[in-house]
């Protein structure tokens, strides 16, 4: 099986980069213009991992010792009355060690305050617009929503006339003691449980930690005083091998006194090792909205503020602004197993539709098609509301094996089509082009109604071997186009532009009436070797683009504009007619390494824009953002002009070492178990 089924956040990427493309200026022509469009689609894919601190209320949804905590792909911090908790992942231990279904390890510490009062008053200032949502379980009851979320946390007298006020600083956690007047700084003393030892250099207080020192410099000591800020000579001093506290020097009394240090974890800290991102949608506005999996809620056993989550893995979904840097809306989904998300697609309204699959028996479920869990595990289908705090509907789809969802569409009127693949023989159809599976898995196209409670059809797509869906793409009539990988020499063909399998893995491309129960038209698309198709677009014409991965040197060919494989695979990107009996272009599109494409959109000009990964030092480059090869895989995002099909510009961009070697792993494992 191909390297495939790469997470949909690199697939998605093209989504982001159609926003930042005017259509009117199709052709940049000068560096700045390119790194300006690419900076702004960076800063929307990876805006979830770089917002500010947001400190959330608990109300229930976690252990009931914790008062507030703040999550982040990297890092999940505690607070309760006795100290604060901090859960990283360390980035080099991320990419060594994630899987799919592992965790990458993760350090664990807290930081307690000793002597300090039993029951401070903890209170969350400066609110914050965003909030939080769990949907854990099927019992409506037991969510919760509309959690609200701060700009920082006050622990009032926690000692003696002494407040600590915690706060972000980008992703930083800060803190100030403020010492009111006729109390002592003498008082505070904090102790690290959880670390190798502790020690000042230069001033800076250093903890070691199995994965590198966590510092906080030298704290900057002042009073307000008539309207100037006085600094005040002091420092760290420690108490033992593992507390601290602050030496001040003389003050003014009769002032309140605030040491100000800054912890700075952040240094080594990088993406996450267990929160997988993996959809992206771009609404009308340019909102973000991001969907993955994560395992990061789960607090450590060995602590006793374990969060009471659904399962190992739950599926999340949060809404960025349109400039990335505030959170309209975060929500859980998931029951008590484990829940995975494949995708994401956003309508007109706002409302997000999330597809995936789940071993949960009791994942939430609203209004559904299928109520009850039906197999080994089920695909899902669920769609929010616009402000992600309830949930319009959310349904099961399956039979009584292994059912799982990899892509999403959405029509005009908010209906849901989604292709993926199936083991059982009793899968749900209705009104089905094929009402029988027909080998060892088949790929499945459903419709479902916008309420999400009724099937407009259902269908098995597929012949004697096995057959997978990736991509659906839906055109202004309703009619789906799905694409995948096929091993059945029988697939279902109709006036095809390739009318046989070359014995080997073949795309298949095909376009299904808007009833879903008769092909347009369905051909292969290969060569005599492993090909997978992995993207499909549609333009108003209702020709189909599709990208994919091919390893043939054969691989159909019409007005090219890379006429050879060049590397161990390429991608490729083929435009056919909208009968599907001709090509109007197909290239390859790749180096002398491993090139694998996985996203594909169309502007209103025909151009397609492409995104996958690359090894090759030698992957083809016009006017590009960056020149060379950075890492082990590069993304890569290509755009391809309608006549003739030359590539305009290709930006081989830079991601960091984490990402992609977590993606990497991810899609070695997907194509594993298939």
Not at 433 to 448: H, P, R
Not at 459 to 475: E, H, K, P, R, W
Not at 523 to 528: F, S, V, W
Not at 545 to 557: A, D, L, M
Request: net charge negative; aromatic share 12%; hydrophobic share 35%.
């Amino acid at each position: 099986m191909l390297r495939k089924t790469i997470l949909s956040s690199v697939v998605l990427l093209i989504l982001i980069l159609m926003v930042v493309y005017p259509l009117s200026d199709l052709m940049p022509r000068n560096r700045s213009i390119a790194t300006a469009a690419l900076a702004t689609k960076e800063n929307i894919q990876e805006a979830y991992g770089k917002l500010p601190l947001l400190f959330i209320q608990n109300q229930g949804q976690l252990d009931e010792s914790v008062e507030y905590y703040v999550k982040s792909p990297s890092q999940t911090l505690y607070f309760t009355k006795e100290s604060i908790v901090f859960d990283l992942t360390p980035n080099n231990q991320a990419a060594a060690s994630a899987t799919a279904d592992s965790q990458a390890d993760r350090l664990v510490f807290s930081l307690d305050f000793l002597g300090a009062s039993s029951n401070p008053s903890i209170e969350g200032t400066d609110k914050d617009g965003a909030v939080v949502n769990y949907f854990i379980g099927n019992d409506p009851e037991k969510w919760h929503t509309d959690i609200p979320t701060y700009k920082e946390v006050v622990y009032h007298d926690i000692y003696p006339s002494v407040d600590l006020r915690l706060f972000g600083k980008g992703n930083v956690l800060e803190y100030d003691f403020v010492v009111r007047p006729g109390a002592s700084p003498d008082d505070i003393a904090l102790a690290y449980n959880g670390i190798d030892s502790l020690r000042i250099e230069n001033g800076e207080l250093v903890a070691a930690t199995a994965f590198g020192d966590i510092e906080q410099y030298m704290p900057y000591i002042y009073q307000q005083i008539g309207g100037e800020k006085v600094q005040v000579d002091g420092g760290f001093r420690l108490g033992g091998s593992d507390t601290y506290g602050f030496y001040v020097a003389d003050y003014d009394n009769c002032y309140p006194l605030v040491i100000d240090p800054t912890l700075a974890y952040s240094t080594f800290l990088g993406g996450s090792g267990f929160d997988h991102g993996q959809g992206i949608a771009v609404d009308s506005s340019g909102g973000a909205y991001v969907a993955g999996r994560t395992t990061s809620g789960n607090f450590p056993t060995r602590n006793p503020y374990q969060v009471t989550k659904g399962g190992d893995y739950d599926v999340f979904v949060a809404k960025l602004s349109a400039v990335g840097n505030s959170l309209i809306y975060s929500t859980y989904l998931g029951g008590s197993q484990n829940d995975y998300c494949r995708g994401i697609a956003v309508d007109s309204a706002g409302d997000a539709y999330v597809v995936g699959f789940t071993t949960s028996t009791d994942f939430p479920t609203r209004d559904p098609y299928q109520g009850t869990y039906a197999g080994r595990d089920d695909a899902f289908v669920a769609r929010l509301s616009a402000d992600g705090n309830a949930l319009v509907y959310s349904t099961y789809l399956g039979g009584s094996e292994y059912d799982r969802v990899e892509g999403i569409a959405v029509d005009s009127t908010s209906s849901a089509y989604i292709t993926g693949w199936t083991f059982s023989t009793n899968f749900p159809t209705q009104n089905p082009y094929q009402g029988i599976k027909g080998g060892d898995y088949d790929a499945f196209v459903t419709k479902l109604s916008a309420a999400g409670n009724s099937l407009i059809y259902s269908t098995y797509l597929g012949g004697s071997g096995f057959d997978q869906g990736n991509g659906i793409a839906v055109d202004a009539s309703g009619g789906a186009y799905v694409t995948g990988l096929t091993s059945s020499l029988n697939f279902p063909t109709r006036d095809p532009y390739q009318g046989k399998n070359d014995l080997s893995l073949d795309v298949f491309v095909a376009r299904l009436s808007a009833a879903g129960n008769s092909l347009v038209y369905s051909t292969y698309l290969g060569g005599n070797d492993g090909d997978q198709g992995n993207g499909i677009a549609v333009d108003s014409t209702g020709s189909a683009y599709v990208i994919g991965e091919t390893y043939s040197n054969n691989f159909p060919i019409e007005n090219p504009y890379q006429g050879t494989r060049a590397g161990l695979s390429d991608a490729f990107v083929t435009k056919l007619s909208p009968a599907g009996n001709s090509l109007i272009y197909s290239t390859y599109l790749g180096g002398s390494g491993f090139d694998d494409g996985c996203g594909i959109a169309i502007d209103a000009s025909s151009c397609a824009y492409v995104t996958g990964l690359t090894s090759s030092l030698n992957f083809p480059t016009r006017n590009p953002y960056q020149e060379t090869n950075a890492g082990s895989y590069d993304v890569f995002v290509s755009k391809i002009a309608l006549a003739p099909p030359t590539v305009i510009t290709v930006a081989a961009v830079a991601v960091l070492v984490l990402v992609t070697a977590v993606v990497l792993v991810m899609s070695f494992r997907r194509s594993n178990t298939m």
